[in-house]
C-alpha cells in the first residue's frame, strides 16, 4: 500500500520476499512503477518447488508475470510494461493510475564497499538498487523488502528503503475494536425517552435511540456499571438510527455454567454469549495468556456437541510452529503428529474432564470420561484442509495469529453448512516470519467481519491462569 501523499512518481524495486508474502504485490503500488532486478527472478525459481505456502505463492508470481509477458518484446521490457489485473478493474481495461512495471536487461550494478560481498543476492539487489537511484534523477527510488536488515543495510548506504505495508489492516494494532463498550451511566437518561422493551422466548429487547447508537454495530457487547448495573449485545441497527440491544445472559452466575464453567470476568461472560448464539457462525477471542480463551471455547464445544446434539464433533487445529528448536519429524497418523502440538487442549480437556464428573467415582469413571470427550475431538493439520468442506462441526482453530490473510482465508472457507468456527490467538505472540500485529490473519478477519450479523469478536482483557501467569504477563 503506496502513501496516496507522494509528490511524484516513484519507482519501486521489489525485494524478493515482497513477493513471496503476497503473490498480488506488483498490483498494488498504484500509479508507481515497479523494477525488478534479475536476482530477484532467480530467487524466484530457486524457491518454486514444493507444496509449502511459500512455494506456492512464487508460482502465483510466475503465472502472474507470464501473464504481462504476453506477446512483450526486449523494446516493450524496456520502455515497461503496463500492469493490467483484475484487481485494478473487473473488466480487465487498464486502470489510467496504473504504473508500469520493469525488468532488468541490462548490468545495472554499482561498485559495493568491500565489506559487503557482491555475490550475496541482498547485496547484489542493493547494487542495482544504487545503479538506478545515480541512474534516475527525476525521481525516487526505493527498496520495499520485509527483510529488516536488508532495510538496515540499504538505509546505512544511503538509499531509501520501506517496508511492505499493504496487508496491513491497521496502521496501529491499538485501533482494532475490542467488541466491547461501557456505556457512560446516563445512558439512559439521555436514550430512554423513546424506549421500547418487549420479551421474546424468554429474552428481553430494548430499542434505544440517540446520538451513541450512530457508532454501534451488529453483536456489539455494550455495559453499564453503577448502582443499576446492565450488559447487553446489540442484535440489529435500523435505517433510522435506532438499535436493537438484548439483555445478555449472565455466566458468571452458577446456574448459567457452561459444561461446568462459569466466567470469571464481563469479558468472559460475553465470550460465553457469542459461543453458545446458534446465530453467531464465526467467533474470534483476542487475549494475553491465561485470559480463558481455549478453556471457554473448549466448555461451550462440548457442551453444544454433547449436551445439546448441535454439532456432530469437535475439529481443533493450529499452526505448527515451534517457539524453540524444532523437534524433527514426528512419527504416526496425522492426529498422532498434531498431539504433541494441542498440549492446550489437553490440559483444559482435563480441567473441564473434572469438572463434569466432579469428585465422585474413580479413576475408572474418570478414563471413561476422557475417553468419550476425546473420542468427539478430532485434531487436524493446517497441512491438509484445502479442498475440505465441515458439515455440522464446531471447528477451533488456535494461534491464529501465525496465520496469514490468505491462509485464514482458505481456513474459513472450509465451513459448510451448521458449522461454526472459533479463531483464538494472542497477537502479542507471533511466530511466523514477516507477519506482525497489524498484518496478521487473525487481526485481518477480526476488522473484516466487524458488524456482520452472524460474526462476533470478543478481546479478553484479565488474566484468570493465575496470580503468578497474570503478573508474568504484565511485566516480562
Not at 506477446?71 to 489485473?85: K, Y
Not at 511466530?431 to 487481526?443: I, K, Q
Amino acid at each position: 500500500m503506496i502513501n496516496n501523499t507522494r509528490q511524484r512518481k516513484c519507482l519501486f524495486v521489489l525485494d524478493t520476499n515482497v513477493l513471496m508474502h503476497d503473490p498480488t504485490s506488483i498490483f498494488r503500488f498504484m500509479e508507481h512503477d515497479i523494477y525488478l532486478p534479475m536476482m530477484v527472478i532467480e530467487e524466484l525459481d530457486n524457491g518454486k518447488k514444493g507444496t509449502s505456502e511459500t512455494a506456492r505463492n512464487v508460482r502465483q508470481v510466475s503465472r502472474f508475470l507470464d501473464d504481462l509477458l504476453q506477446d512483450a518484446d526486449l523494446d516493450n521490457i524496456n520502455q515497461g510494461l503496463p500492469i493490467q489485473s483484475p484487481l485494478l478493474s473487473k473488466n480487465n481495461e487498464r486502470s489510467s493510475e496504473a504504473g508500469r512495471l520493469f525488468l532488468q536487461t541490462q548490468n545495472e550494478s554499482i561498485e559495493l564497499p568491500a565489506n559487503m560481498p557482491g555475490g550475496r543476492p541482498d547485496n547484489q539487489i542493493l547494487g542495482v538498487t544504487l545503479a538506478l537511484r545515480h541512474r534516475i534523477k527525476d525521481r525516487d527510488v526505493i527498496l520495499v523488502s520485509k527483510d529488516i536488515n536488508l532495510r538496515i543495510k540499504a538505509t546505512a548506504l544511503g538509499l531509501k528503503a520501506e517496508d511492505y505495508h499493504n496487508d496491513q489492516v491497521l496502521d496501529d494494532v491499538s485501533l482494532l475494536h475490542s467488541g466491547i463498550v461501557q456505556l457512560t451511566d446516563d445512558f439512559w437518561d439521555n436514550h430512554g425517552k423513546a424506549l421500547e422493551s418487549w420479551q421474546e422466548e424468554g429474552r428481553a429487547f430494548y430499542r434505544v435511540h440517540g446520538p451513541q447508537t450512530a457508532e454501534w454495530y451488529v453483536n456489539l457487547c455494550v455495559f453499564i456499571e453503577g448502582a443499576t448495573p446492565f450488559s447487553g449485545i446489540v442484535r440489529e441497527i435500523a435505517a433510522d438510527g435506532s438499535a436493537v440491544v438484548e439483555s445478555a445472559v449472565n455466566f458468571q452466575h452458577e446456574r448459567q455454567s457452561v459444561w461446568g464453567i462459569t466466567a470469571r470476568n464481563r469479558e468472559q461472560s460475553f465470550a460465553l454469549n457469542h459461543l453458545m448464539d446458534p446465530e453467531v457462525d464465526f467467533v474470534t477471542l483476542l487475549g494475553q495468556a491465561g485470559t480463558g480463551k481455549t478453556l471457554l471455547t473448549l466448555a461451550a464445544a462440548l457442551a453444544l456437541t454433547l449436551e445439546k446434539n448441535r454439532y456432530s464433533e469437535i475439529i481443533m487445529t493450529r499452526v505448527t510452529i515451534p517457539v524453540g528448536e524444532d523437534i524433527g519429524f514426528l512419527p504416526g497418523t496425522e492426529e498422532e503428529k498434531m498431539t504433541p502440538w494441542m498440549g492446550a487442549l489437553m490440559d483444559n480437556l482435563e480441567v473441564l474432564s473434572k469438572t463434569d464428573s466432579g469428585n465422585e467415582g474413580g479413576s475408572w469413571e474418570r478414563a471413561a470420561t476422557n475417553d468419550l470427550l476425546r473420542s468427539r475431538i478430532k485434531i487436524r493439520s493446517l497441512n491438509f484442509m484445502r479442498g475440505r468442506t465441515f458439515q455440522n462441526k464446531f471447528v477451533i482453530i488456535d494461534e491464529a495469529q501465525n496465520l496469514t490473510a490468505k491462509q485464514m482465508r482458505t481456513l474459513i472457507t472450509r465451513a459448510g453448512p451448521g458449522t461454526k468456527m472459533v479463531c483464538l490467538g494472542n497477537v502479542a505472540q507471533i511466530d511466523t516470519p514477516y507477519l506482525t500485529e497489524t498484518s496478521s490473519g487473525l487481526t485481518f478477519v477480526v476488522d473484516r467481519f466487524k458488524g456482520w450479523p452472524h460474526g462476533a469478536h470478543i478481546t479478553l482483557a484479565r488474566g484468570e491462569r493465575s496470580r503468578l501467569a497474570e503478573h508474568a504477563a504484565e511485566v516480562l
